[in-house]
């Protein structure tokens, strides 16, 4: 999970007074945020099952990162650490993973994981993505179930692809609501169980941001559609960031 900047709003209240009224989402402070994730994170495993990840769907995100030995991953949102394991994998020991978060709690479950592994090439920030700046420009991003937990996502994900050398990949890993009838009919009882559970907005649409950014997508959806994997390459003749990026 990764959150905004001090004073700026974060998830989390839902519907206006009116029944009627098109469903919508407000913002929590961010430390009403931080409280939840360091709340949740002994139990962050729990909510894979309760909201039916698919089957190797982190391997499979992972592997969209089209990563080389020796090559340098940033994760967005990391969390738990969940998706260091492919990450570093991807990279080998060669390599380097950086994992930006800003719940304690999740990140000394993260940091406790790489201990217990020895993972000495996996670096972990507690840090708002919107202000990490990599050493050298990245090979790959990936945002990890947290794109939309955060309310200043537009500048995160501007900040990461700057971050990209031309032809490196970024994928955002989410769930979403399936298309058609059926995600209009389960849109309340999301709004009802993010805002009680993860704060992850089911309203934006990151794919729709990622297109604009990159010109091109490609999107893998599962399980009838209420997860996907959208994944994008930077430029060939896109500048090359520089250390401010």
């Keep these: 999970m990764t959150l905004?900047?001090?004073?700026?709003?974060?998830?989390?209240?839902?519907?206006?007074?009116?029944?009627?009224?098109?469903?919508?989402?407000?913002?929590?402070?961010?430390?009403?945020?931080?409280?939840?994730?360091?709340?949740?994170?002994?139990?962050i495993p729990l909510f894979d099952w309760l909201f039916f990840m698919p089957p190797r769907f982190r391997?499979?995100?992972?592997?969209?990162?089209?990563?080389?030995?020796?090559?340098r991953v940033?994760?967005?949102?990391?969390?738990?650490?969940?998706?260091?394991?492919?990450?570093?994998?991807a990279?080998?020991?060669?390599?380097?993973?950086?994992?930006?978060?800003i719940s304690t709690g999740m990140l000394d479950q993260a940091?406790?994981?790489?201990?217990q592994?020895?993972?000495?090439?996996?670096?972990?920030?507690?840090?708002?993505?919107?202000?990490?700046?990599?050493?050298?420009?990245?090979?790959?991003?990936?945002?990890?179930?947290?794109y939309n937990t955060m309310p200043h996502h537009l500048a995160v994900l501007h900040h990461a692809w700057n971050q990209l050398r031309p032809g490196g990949r970024l994928v955002v890993m989410d769930a979403k609501l399936p298309p058609g009838l059926g995600g209009r009919l389960i849109l309340?009882?999301?709004?009802?169980?993010?805002?009680?559970?993860?704060?992850?907005?089911?309203?934006?649409?990151?794919w729709e941001d990622v297109m604009r950014v990159a010109g091109a997508i490609e999107?893998?959806?599962?399980?009838?559609?209420?997860?996907y994997i959208c994944a994008a390459t930077k430029r060939l003749d896109a500048p090359a960031p520089t250390a401010t990026s």
């Design 91 to 101: 990279v080998g020991p060669a390599g380097t993973v950086y994992g930006v978060d």
């Design 4 to 43: 905004t900047p001090s004073g700026t709003p974060s998830r989390s209240r839902l519907w206006g007074k009116d029944n009627d009224a098109l469903p919508e989402w407000v913002d929590l402070d961010r430390s009403a945020i931080t409280r939840r994730y360091d709340r949740f994170a002994r139990i």
């Design 111 to 115: 940091r406790a994981l790489c201990a």
């Design 59 to 71: 391997e499979k995100a992972a592997e969209r990162l089209q990563l080389k030995p020796g090559g």
């Design 188 to 206: 309340p009882f999301s709004l009802w169980l993010m805002k009680r559970t993860m704060l992850g907005n089911p309203l934006i649409k990151p």
């Design 117 to 146: 592994h020895g993972w000495s090439n996996v670096n972990l920030l507690q840090q708002d993505a919107a202000e990490f700046v990599a050493p050298a420009p990245l090979d790959g991003v990936m945002f990890g179930l947290s």
């Design 74 to 89: 940033l994760e967005i949102g990391c969390g738990t650490g969940r998706n260091l394991a492919p990450l570093r994998a």
């Design 219 to 227: 999107m893998e959806q599962y399980m009838f559609g209420s997860w």
